[in-house]
């Protein structure tokens, strides 16, 4: 039986947009993208696909099995095949009206349901957080969904033995964990660059189709999904600059009064 991973990945705004171009949804809360701009997969969901592509490197293509899941109300699909052109097998999505705006408990539930459906899996990467709203909530939860041990933050997988071999990101190092499988890994940036879809991989991709699910597939209702977060308000900070001029009769009092001003200001 070749090894099965699954790698979760979401479609987000490309985190590149100039804060300028975006605008908020007042109405829905929601961020709105230019329309000129195409949404990307995440960053580090690109990472955790790159360390499912490292593990088959190292056990051999045949032994390995990599399906990448998302959920959402829609997908620009150039965009969300990019794992398949990277050297993916399969890819799942969950898309449905009522997978619109869910929180990161609900999602993590569905992504849960979605991957029990898949039957036995070995390994769930995540990327360590989504650049939308970075919350590092959803592989969380979805480890405690399919009651699988998780470790947090890595930047090398390996699977040996029926375990996976992890170097986890630390402060002020790094700390190396075993873990038994089937297991949840997050993955960062740290791991190092995507591989760029080779010609062939682009090639391919276009011939693959994505299994469509609907929640009603996985027996999920959308009225079993109401958010467990309310976001009461969204907005773009207003930025104010201010340029104060220090006095004092010599440099040293200068210095005093410069400090005075800063932890009056709370900034020390």
């Not at 592509?53 to 293509?61: E, F, N, V």
């Not at 965009?79 to 052109?85: A, G």
């Not at 947090?152 to 190092?173: M, Q, W």
């Not at 995507?194 to 994505?210: D, E, F, H, V």
Request: charged fraction near 25%; aromatic fraction near 2%.
């Amino acid at each position: 039986m070749p090894l099965t991973i699954v790698v979760t990945a979401k479609q987000v705004l490309d985190p590149e947009t100039p804060a300028s171009a975006l605008q908020i949804d007042t109405a829905r809360k929601r961020m709105v993208a230019p329309p000129n701009v195409p949404p990307v997969v995440n960053g580090f969901d690109e990472n955790a696909v790159e360390a499912a592509l490292r593990i088959k490197d190292a056990l051999g293509a045949p032994n390995v099995k990599i399906t990448v899941l998302s959920v959402g109300k829609s997908f620009a699909l150039d965009v969300i095949k990019k794992p398949l052109s990277m050297g993916a097998d399969d890819l799942v999505l969950v898309q449905d009206d009522g997978c619109d705006g869910l929180d990161a408990f609900q999602t993590a539930r569905v992504l849960a349901a979605a991957i029990k459906q898949m039957g036995p899996v070995d390994l769930v990467l995540c990327g360590r957080q989504a650049s939308d709203w970075d919350q590092a909530q959803v592989p969380l939860a979805l480890a405690e969904f399919l009651g699988l041990p998780c470790v947090h933050i890595t930047k090398k997988v390996e699977v040996k033995d029926k375990t996976v071999v992890v170097e986890r990101v630390l402060p002020d190092g790094t700390e190396v964990v075993q873990v038994p499988l089937p297991a949840l890994i997050t993955v960062s940036n740290e791991l190092g660059q995507p591989r760029y879809p080779t010609l062939r991989g682009i090639m391919a991709s276009t011939r693959k189709q994505p299994i469509i699910r609907k929640l009603s597939d996985l027996g999920l209702n959308p009225a079993d999904l109401k958010p467990k977060v309310e976001l009461l308000d969204l907005y773009i900070p207003v930025r104010q600059k201010k340029c104060e001029f220090i006095s004092g009769d010599n440099d040293e009092e200068k210095g005093r009064n410069l400090a005075r001003r800063l932890r009056e200001a709370k900034l020390i």
